[in-house]
């Protein structure tokens, strides 16, 4: 691993994305996200007097969704054109022709790009800070918070790896099609095992067939495989009315985001020393 | 080590199996959205235009988010009024989320007094004005909706079933089943046949019944337990037969046509102990005296015979777990918080728990459980 080599990409890659007008776009909107829960809050709650937690739960519901989900888009947009436009303006020839691997190469944009989206997470923070302490004060804002944000952080960042599986296989538009269908579907993949439970309990006192046990199987099987990325979705555990529960299993959520990022790196990086330039 | 780099992607797959299990074994459940759902008034701003399309899609999360509360033995659903509110905000004619949220929320929720709220959302508040029912508020669904009846079908049932359920002296039972016949006849007139052939051809005729035998002046009055259990056993069954193998529920409804069986036979067996007792001038103090055999308990608990006195800890129970429900989330809703403690939970209930009940109350929660104890039904002995 050519350590230095690798972070020459990543710093040029957080410069060249830091200045993409798309980043700029969507912080706005998220910003604006923000204070559009800061609106609703005061719509539905109204003069009543014991509404405060409903107010801070709308804000927090509002802000911290649109951090994740405009930070997805976020992500996505950039993380697909990244290796494409080296590709496309062929700058990628000059960069290759260094002492620098393609699995370096990619290692080095994902770097970059994942410090881009954590920088843009944080400004994004700071503006939902700024509502919610607005409404609630600034004693309303507490560790909670930050461990949902730091999570939609890591969240973000497996995203960058997702997108960055397609900005080496495919054209930014289908790579952005893909990376959001995939992203979507991370959040919904509990519900395939869920039904593999579903279909392998007896109903009305019939047992289900061997069938129903290897498609339960398979539909394990693909819920691990495809990113889980509500493992990392505490957002609704802030706006609960039940406190959250510490200790959370942090190192394997954490453990998980490494190894899930370590695997998509590779496919980037096999898919991309396999591309004829 | 030509292999190296595809056994370590492989090894890196295998090793996410292991991971996800221990984090979905050790992260806490995610609470439910719709502990979200914004307030009513939000849902119809942010709805814009596309209310029964989004009263479709919080429907049917609804229905999960009921049966998983339901299956963690909650005696209390968080937020289920809000819920078919915002529903029947969204859709004020869809009457079956009326009448469901009236169900879940009388039978599951214990809650009844909100299900009543709920169905005069929808049909306007059925009062008595000069001995006659009547329509004093005007309800949301269009009166010509050809379902609406089922929203005053479902009004009496949850006084014929929850409310007198609820009773603890005879005259407020009768009085409930009084309230509940009288919508029958009410039913009868404002949902004719002709006009909404879907109703029961029976409003009439059961309204009759409840109304002119149900009093504290009935000639018949020995009739009326067996009366009203008949009815409420009817309901129930209805509700069992619409309700499918699968659903969890059904246990929910079972557990309660056995309730009422359970009842029934408790009603018979003490009728004729009343008999016996009449003519030997004492208690009897054996089944086999009055009754020929020991009866035989619905909810597979037993019948126990106590200072001359019949008990059924199983319905005792059972009865015992709805009040102190329904009395907790009242608490709840007056005061935004749970009674601090059992005894406080059971001086709402102005009743004594008998011996043979054990009751356990989480004040964190506010969830109620009442079990029968068999073995601890002793008589008391002479004072």
């Known amino acids: ?277 | 080590m030509r292999f190296a780099k595809p056994i370590a992607f492989l090894l890196g797959v295998v090793g996410l199996f292991p991971l996800q299990a221990r984090i979905d074994e050790r992260k806490p459940e995610r609470p439910s959205s719709l502990l979200y759902t914004p307030d009513r008034r939000l849902m119809k701003v942010i709805a814009c235009g596309y209310g029964p399309f989004l009263a479709d899609l919080v429907w049917i999360q609804s229905t999960g988010y009921v049966i998983r509360e339901f299956r963690s033995g909650g005696s209390h659903i968080e937020h289920l009024y809000a819920l078919y509110d915002v529903i029947t905000e969204l859709d004020p004619q869809y009457v079956d989320a009326y009448v469901m949220g009236a169900v879940f929320l009388s039978a599951i929720g214990n809650e009844p007094d909100r299900a009543i709220e709920l169905l005069e959302k929808g049909e306007g508040r059925i009062a008595e004005v000069k001995g006659e029912m009547q329509e004093v508020t005007e309800g949301r669904v269009h009166p010509k909706h050809k379902e609406r009846w089922k929203l005053l079908n479902e009004t009496a049932a949850v006084h014929l079933v929850t409310y007198a359920g609820y009773a603890t002296t005879l005259p407020e039972r009768y009085e409930e089943i009084r309230t509940g016949g009288k919508l029958y006849l009410y039913a009868a007139k404002r949902y004719p046949l002709t006009e909404y052939p879907d109703a029961p051809p029976w409003y009439q005729k059961m309204g009759e019944g409840l109304t002119i035998r149900g009093g504290p002046n009935d000639p018949y009055r020995d009739m009326t337990p067996s009366q009203y259990y008949t009815v409420v056993e009817q309901v129930w069954l209805a509700r069992v037969l619409v309700t499918p193998a699968s659903s969890p529920l059904l246990k929910l409804y079972e557990r309660r046509y056995a309730e009422i069986e359970a009842r029934k036979v408790y009603e018979d067996v003490v009728a004729k102990m009343g008999r016996w007792k009449q003519k030997h001038g004492v208690a009897p103090t054996r089944f086999e005296d009055f009754y020929g055999k020991v009866p035989e308990d619905p909810l597979g608990v037993g019948y126990f015979l106590v200072d001359g006195k019949l008990v059924a800890p199983a319905l005792d129970a059972s009865v015992i777990e709805r009040q102190l429900a329904r009395d907790a989330n009242g608490y709840h809703r007056a005061n935004e918080r749970w009674p601090e403690n059992k005894a406080a939970l059971v001086a709402l209930a102005h009743r004594e728990i008998p011996a043979w009940v054990w009751v356990d109350y989480d004040e964190k929660t506010g969830r109620v459980r009442a079990e029968p104890r068999p073995a601890l039904v002793q008589p008391r002995g002479p004072k």
């Open chain 1, 1 to 277: 691993m050519n350590l230095p080599a690798i972070a020459a990409v990543a710093s040029n890659t957080f410069k060249e994305s830091a200045r993409n007008r798309i980043l700029y776009a969507i912080v706005g909107a998220t910003l604006a996200a923000c204070g559009l829960g800061y609106v609703l809050a005061a719509i539905s709650a109204g003069d009543d007097p014991t509404s405060m937690p409903r107010r801070l739960r709308i804000i927090a519901n509002t802000s911290l969704s649109a951090i994740s989900l405009l930070g997805t888009l976020c992500a996505i947009f950039l993380g697909t054109n990244l290796v494409y436009q080296e590709v496309e303006r062929k700058t990628v020839y000059t960069i290759l022709a260094r002492p620098i691997g393609r699995g370096e190469f990619i290692v080095g944009k994902f770097a970059g790009l994942a410090a881009v989206v954590v920088a843009a997470v944080l400004v994004m923070a700071l503006g939902f800070a700024v509502f919610y302490a607005l409404v609630g004060g600034i004693d309303a804002l507490s560790l909670k918070h930050a461990i949902a944000i730091f999570y939609t952080a890591v969240e973000l960042v497996v995203v960058v790896a997702i997108a960055l599986v397609f900005s080496s296989t495919a054209n930014p538009i289908e790579g952005a099609i893909f990376a959001f269908v995939l992203t979507l579907a991370g959040h919904a993949t509990k519900n395939l095992d869920a039904l593999g439970k579903e279909i392998t309990t007896p109903h009305a006192g019939v047992e289900p067939g061997a069938l129903a046990h290897v498609m339960a199987k398979v539909l394990h099987a693909i819920y691990v495989v495809l990113p889980n990325l509500e493992n990392f979705n505490l957002r609704e555990q802030v706006t609960a009315e039940k406190p959250l529960e510490l200790p959370m299993p942090h190192a394997e959520i954490l453990a998980y985001a490494g190894l899930y990022t370590a695997l998509l790196l590779a496919i980037a990086a096999f898919f991309f020393k396999r591309k004829t330039l």
